[in-house]
């Protein structure tokens, strides 16, 4: 809710005639203040001050992008369930007519996504997750049901204006590949960065390639943690080595002591959206991350890993060059956990493989589930009940 203060400077007789006027126009709760502070009236003056109160309630409104999708209102911090039926105009099967549980905060300006049907809800084309839930903002995209019905939201005063401070909303059209381009490339030399927090890192050998500098007509929007990545691949800090493919970077909240991501310049959001057409794409995105492990100082003593997550929560393809000693404060959870030592994380050549014989990336009914299993040491299979209890226990498996 936003409050207006609108001040009047008005002539009248007395101040029952104010209050006439007052109950008149509805001006319940108004504050009528009549002489100066000095407790006396301006010399020959009858003038009155009215401060006059209102408040302005904001509403949210889910906009299917589809010329057949009808608005649906999101009150304020109300949970509305939307899925098959009359109100979104979906006929789809494969959608529950309890697919998704939305709530607005119309003051904060964005809306909680909860998937509850059993296929998949994507914001900007990332998989939610049955019972998950992730926060949405003016300028992405929500897909019902299967990267199908695709709706935007949009915040507006209760009178149906809307708000300036919002985003813009996106243009009508395919949804099928949101991830924009942010800005055109320039050739420069490479600059290869410090990768680790906690010791030296590879280098590669400098190679003339691309980076992403300027501004771009048409601007994405990155305000929404899943979208992350994209700020971070542009960020020379961040970075680790570039060519006109890929680019390296430092994961911003490291699972362990070397831990990096290989993200493509293309915008492909997530392994759902690999073909073939993309197989040459991610051999060099393994070669580049064995080259990492390569010229890494500890590779004698520690294994590393390259694989993908099955269902990234965050947008923008990326391969996870990790070492298997997990030693990180940033590692926290069992979802944490598990994303990296179940069959939650792919092996980058079984990922090539697939797609080579497939056409595209496979992944196994339920495997979201693979995040809830009991915490279990990666090595010797010992399960453990909490996370500092893992820690501890991973230490016995760290080289002496």
């Not at 990922?351 to 299993?373: A, N």
Request: glycine share 6%.
């Amino acid at each position: 809710m936003r409050v207006l203060v609108t001040c009047f400077a008005l002539n009248f007789r007395n101040l029952n005639q104010v209050s006439r006027i007052g109950s008149a126009n509805g001006w319940a709760g108004t504050r009528i203040h009549g002489p100066c502070s000095t407790g006396r009236w301006p010399s020959g003056s009858n003038t009155l001050f009215i401060l006059l109160c209102s408040s302005v309630m904001r509403v949210c409104w889910l906009v299917g992008k589809e010329k057949c999708a009808q608005r649906v209102k999101l009150p304020h911090l109300e949970a509305v369930v939307v899925g098959r039926g009359p109100e979104t105009g979906i006929t789809d099967k494969k959608c529950s007519r309890q697919q998704v549980q939305l709530k607005a905060d119309c003051n904060k300006g964005y809306v909680t996504v909860k998937q509850i049907g059993v296929n998949p809800t994507s914001v900007d084309l990332v998989n939610i997750g049955k019972g998950e839930v992730v926060k949405m903002k003016p300028g992405q995209v929500l897909h019902i049901v299967n990267n199908l019905y695709p709706y935007t939201v949009q915040f507006a005063e209760e009178s149906g204006k809307a708000v300036p401070e919002t985003d813009k909303m996106p243009h009508e059209g395919s949804c099928e590949n949101d991830d924009i381009e942010l800005v055109p490339r320039k050739t420069m030399k490479l600059e290869v960065v410090d990768t680790q927090v906690s010791s030296t890192n590879p280098k590669l050998s400098n190679t003339s390639v691309t980076t992403h500098e300027g501004t771009s007509s048409k601007k994405e929007h990155l305000g929404h943690w899943s979208q992350g990545l994209k700020s971070s691949m542009q960020d020379p800090k961040m970075q680790v080595y570039k060519d006109e493919k890929i680019v390296v970077i430092k994961d911003k909240y490291p699972k362990a002591r070397y831990h990096w991501l290989i993200l493509p310049w293309d915008p492909i959001s997530s392994l759902k959206s690999v073909t073939r057409d993309h197989l040459a794409l991610l051999e060099h995105m393994h070669a580049v991350g064995q080259k990492m492990i390569e010229q890494c100082p500890a590779r004698e003593s520690l294994e590393f890993r390259l694989g993908y997550h099955a269902i990234p929560s965050m947008s923008q393809l990326h391969l996870h060059v990790i070492s298997q000693d997990f030693d990180s404060p940033a590692l926290k959870t069992k979802k944490h956990w598990n994303s990296f030592t179940t069959d939650y994380f792919l092996n980058s050549q079984d990922v090539i493989e697939m797609v080579r014989s497939k056409g595209k990336v496979m992944v196994k009914d339920h495997t979201s589930e693979l995040l809830k299993l009991p915490l279990r040491c990666h090595r010797c299979k010992q399960q453990l009940s909490t996370i500092p209890q893992l820690k501890e226990h991973l230490r016995k498996h760290w080289p002496k």
